[in-house]
Nanobody, 122 residues
Framework: QVQVVESGGGLLQPGGSLRLSCSAS??????MGWFRQAPGKEREFVGC????????YYADSVTGRFTISRDNPKNTVYLQMNSLKPEDTAVYYC?????????????????WGHGTQVTVSS
């Protein structure tokens, strides 16, 4: 079983930047995804990255503001978030994609971590 740990969350003002980290105990997949869940809402796809070639794919809501990168020797992926907005407030999760299919479908991911809270407020 893979263990995933997210870190780096915090409280910041609109327009700020933050980098989240996601460490995995092993790489058993080719894709790592980032999701988020705001209070009272369903978990939603943020973006994902390929361990193999670093290619990325993002949700429209974060394209141009968020960037995902990876450090293969450390089994770690990062989520750089810039120009943060109050609507970005959520618990952020990462998980390996274990089943082929649409990147946005959270049912294709497993071994979810506990998440890290990001709060954007003035």
């Amino acid at each position: 079983q893979v263990q995933v740990v997210e870190s780096g969350g915090g409280l910041l003002q609109p327009g700020g930047s933050l980098r989240l980290s996601c460490s995995a105990s092993a790489r058993t997949c080719s894709i790592m995804g980032w999701f988020r869940q705001a209070p009272g809402k369903e978990r939603e796809f943020v973006g994902c990255i390929s361990w193999n070639d670093g290619s990325t794919y993002y949700a429209d809501s974060v394209t141009g503001r968020f960037t995902i990168s990876r450090d293969n020797p450390k089994n770690t992926v990062y989520l750089q978030m810039n120009s943060l907005k109050p609507e970005d407030t959520a618990v952020y999760y990462c998980a390996p994609m274990l089943r082929v299919g649409p990147f946005q479908d959270e049912r294709r991911y497993a071994y979810w971590g506990h998440g890290t809270q990001v709060t954007v407020s003035s």
